[in-house]
């Protein structure tokens, strides 16, 4: 089973995520990731296969650094465990971080429409999509929560 947490405060987000995390680790899981919003705007990702212990240990030190942040632990459904499908995932432009736990069924289509549109995909995951969606619709319509309704009516599953 996959685990979401989020943190949005004063505090440095990074170790309240990874023990949120930590305290998810009985559901199973194949990896895990962080996100990490800084105040200048900036978006640190790491992602790691295996243990929360593993993904904590190779954390950059610039992830120390920021008070929101989401995180996720990952059983695999789409795409093998792997550093690179461990979510959260971007668009290309790397400024939205999504993480997800359901299935995209629809996701092949998409695929093949976002990359016909440009969209250059880098994972195996139906998640990945899900990001470049609400990307492509934050570009034409905003705010966020518009664009994520749109990404989500072309969407079928959970």
Same mark, same amino acid.
């Given at each position: 089973m996959c685990g979401i947490i989020g943190y949005l405060g004063n505090k440095k987000a990074t170790p309240i995520l990874i023990e949120g995390l930590k305290r998810m680790e009985y559901r199973g899981y194949d990896s895990a990731g962080v996100a990490i919003l800084h105040q200048n705007g900036n978006i640190n990702c790491h992602k790691k296969k295996?243990?929360?212990d593993e993904l904590e240990k190779d954390l950059p030190t610039? &992830? @120390?650094d920021g008070s929101v942040g989401i995180a996720h632990t990952r059983w695999a459904t789409h795409?093998?465990?792997s550093? &690179? @499908?461990a979510h959260p995932h971007a668009g290309?432009?790397?400024k939205?971080?999504?993480v997800h736990n359901g299935i995209i069924e629809n996701y092949p289509a998409l695929k093949k429409k976002l990359i016909k549109e440009g969209h250059a995909i880098k994972t195996q995951t139906d998640t990945e999509i899900l990001a470049h969606l609400i990307e492509k619709y934050y570009a034409k319509y905003k705010p966020?929560?518009?664009a994520v309704k749109r990404a989500l009516t072309e969407v079928q599953g959970t």
């Open positions: 295996g243990k929360i610039v &992830l @120390n795409g093998e465990p550093d &690179l @499908n290309c432009d790397e939205l971080y999504v966020l929560e518009e």
